[in-house]
């Protein structure tokens, strides 16, 4: 059947070995090239889904990937066929972005991308034990950190591992992280999210720590001391968080001397506008903003950077950035394979009295101690 829909062109386009494969060079012929790949995949799909095609070819899972590649990459209507591109691509936690694995998503954190997965450790601390892996979460490489620290301390509570002190990075905290964590117990121990205001982001005028807040009386109060007069409980528009705007009188704010310093000049009614969280997350991620700050909460927090010596570990010794299988579940299984075997070596060292290895020292930086 395949074989009557190939012709010469094919050939010419596909045939060469993958080492000689080069594109076509130029952005119009470039153009002209992936619509062509476009309407070939889409003949091939004809063909393979037409009622009088066999049943099993549209089982293949090759075949599969194709289609859905094909719906997520290409339009097609009366003008011919194209390239999706910005909004009109699949969101990325739907996009296919691997031929070979189709659950693999593409992610950036600090900068770097990769297509894969996330694995998420969670170890004991405890100055006179072994340091043990407890809890092993695999994810696509698109899921965001704070939506991992919830199902972490479930899994955690289920199997009665719940630590009285949580030390996680910044990457894993939010208000109602704080908040819930609480609610269970423990404490979540980790930077809190900065300010996201103009203000704080610029270190100029008023943020929204220089405004008081009056729960009872649902008003705010500014630093000159005007109050607020619109209090609104809504939803935040993207994520539907649960947060509180608050208007001051643009009556104000207009006329007030430090208005340069606290907002743009006033048009209508309303002047400052600020949104904060609900009182109880609120009050959370002020408390943590709070002792950040303090010598004693730097101290405590230090022994955080011994989780990087846990993914060292697991990146030399089990290989963990680079997964040996396909799809979340296998690689999921071989994420706890990694951990069983790092607990397996400390207990080993622990046992015998093996040191802990130190912190590496590159060459140079051992020349200049030792000069």
């Known amino acids: 059947m395949v074989s009557g829909l190939v012709t010469a062109e094919w050939a010419e386009r596909y045939g060469p070995r993958v080492d000689d494969y080069r594109f076509p060079r130029g952005e119009e012929v470039r153009e002209q090239w992936s619509e062509q790949v476009g309407l070939d995949g889409f003949v091939l799909l004809e063909a393979v ?3 009088a095609a066999p049943d099993w070819l549209r089982e293949i899972e090759a075949v599969q990937v194709l289609r ?5 990459q290409y339009h097609r209507d009366e003008r011919g066929v194209r390239w999706r591109e910005g909004k009109d691509l699949p969101p990325v936690h739907h996009r296919l972005c691997s031929p070979y694995d189709t659950d693999a998503r593409y992610g950036i ?3 770097s991308g990769w297509t894969g997965y996330k694995a998420h450790l969670t170890e004991t601390c405890e100055p006179d034990a072994p340091h043990m892996i407890t809890q092993v979460a695999t994810t696509d490489a698109v899921v965001a950190d704070t939506e991992m620290t ?3 301390h479930q899994t ?3 199997r009665e591992l719940l630590p009285d002190v949580h030390v996680v990075d910044a990457g894993y905290t939010t208000a109602a992280l704080f908040l819930s964590a609480t609610e269970r117990g423990m404490e979540l121990l980790g930077p809190a999210p900065h300010d996201s205001s103009r203000q704080s982001r610029e270190d100029q005028g008023f943020s929204r720590a220089d405004f008081r807040l009056d729960w009872d009386n649902e008003s705010a109060i500014c630093p000159r001391g005007h109050r607020s007069f619109e209090w609104w ?3 935040h528009h993207r994520n539907g968080t649960p947060v509180l705007k608050v208007f001051f009188s643009a009556e104000h704010c207009r006329p007030c001397p430090k208005q340069t310093s606290c907002t743009k000049p006033p048009s209508g009614r309303r002047g400052r506008g600020i949104t904060f969280l609900p009182r109880g997350r609120h009050e959370a991620l002020e408390a943590v903003r709070q002792a950040q700050e303090t010598d004693s909460w730097k101290n405590r927090y230090a022994i955080r950077a011994g989780v990087e010596g846990t993914i060292s570990q697991a ?3 089990t290989g963990l950035r680079r997964t040996r299988y396909r799809v979340l579940p296998a690689t999921r299984l071989g994420h706890v394979f990694a951990a069983t075997a790092i607990n397996l070596i400390r207990i080993d ?3 015998t009295g093996t040191p802990l290895g130190g912190t590496r020292t590159s060459r140079l930086e051992a020349l200049m101690l030792a000069a």
């Open 49 to 51: 889904f037409a009622p």
């Open 68 to 72: 859905v590649s094909w719906v997520q």
């Open 109 to 111: 954190k600090r900068g």
């Open 150 to 152: 919830e199902p972490i």
């Open 156 to 158: 955690l509570t289920e």
């Open 233 to 235: 409980e809504q939803k």
């Open 315 to 317: 990146v030399r010794v």
């Open 349 to 351: 060292r622990w046992l």
